[in-house]
C-alpha cells in the first residue's frame, strides 16, 4: 500500500493540494460493517432457531428454513446406512454431522442441501454417538417387526392370547350350526 500521496504534474509555483478523507469518514464505513455484522448475526441465529430434529420410534424428521421451512422425514424401516462426519473445525467446537441414509440415497440430487435425494443431514450435533445408537435401535426394531406389527405394545409372533380364542370358538360354533 502505498504511503504517499498521488502526484500531479504541476509547474514550480502552482497549486497543489493533498490530503485524506476525514478520520470521521473511516468510523462512518466502520458503523456500516458493523450494522452488517450485527445483520449477518442476527441470520446466524435465525438459522440456528429454525433447525429441529424429532425422533420418534418410527421416523426422523429434520425441519430447517426462515423463509421456505424444508422438512424431510425417513422412516426407519428404509434406513440404510447411518455415519457421523466431523472434520477439523467441528473437532475444535466438539461438534459433529449425522447423515442418515435410505435406500436410493444419492448425491447432489435436489436442491436441499440438507436433505439429498433419501438422505438426511443433521448439523451441529454434540452427542452423534448416542444418536447415532438411538437411531440404529430404532433401525434394528423396524426390521425385526413384521407386516402388521405396532412395535412394543404389538403381541409376539404366533401368541394367541383368550380374546383370539374366544373369537375362534364363536366362529367356529357358527358354522357348526349353519
Not at 504541476?10 to 476525514?22: A, D, K, Q, R, T
Not at 448425491?107 to 437411531?135: C, H, S, T, Y
Request: proline fraction near 5%; aromatic fraction near 8%.
Amino acid at each position: 500500500m502505498p504511503g504517499d500521496p498521488p502526484t500531479l504534474p504541476v509547474e514550480e509555483g502552482e497549486f497543489i493540494l493533498s490530503f485524506h478523507p476525514s478520520r470521521r469518514y473511516m468510523r462512518y464505513l466502520k458503523l456500516y460493517f458493523w450494522i452488517g455484522l450485527a445483520a449477518v448475526d442476527v441470520a446466524i441465529h435465525l438459522r440456528y432457531d429454525t433447525m429441529w430434529y424429532v425422533m420418534t420410534d418410527r421416523s426422523l424428521r429434520c425441519r430447517r428454513g426462515i423463509w421456505v421451512i424444508l422438512e424431510h422425514t425417513i422412516t426407519f424401516e428404509n434406513v440404510q446406512n447411518v455415519y457421523v462426519q466431523r472434520g477439523p473445525v467441528q473437532q475444535l467446537f466438539g461438534i459433529s454431522t449425522i447423515v442418515v441414509e435410505t435406500a436410493g440415497a444419492a448425491e447432489d440430487e435436489g436442491e436441499n442441501q440438507f436433505a439429498v435425494g433419501n438422505k438426511a443431514i443433521m448439523e451441529g450435533i454434540d452427542n452423534p454417538e448416542e444418536i447415532r445408537r438411538l437411531i440404529m435401535e430404532r433401525v434394528q426394531r423396524s426390521k425385526l417387526a413384521g407386516l402388521g406389527d405396532e412395535g412394543p405394545s404389538a403381541p409376539a409372533s404366533g401368541a394367541w392370547n383368550a380374546e383370539h380364542l374366544s373369537v375362534l370358538r364363536q366362529i367356529l360354533e357358527e358354522a357348526r350350526s349353519a
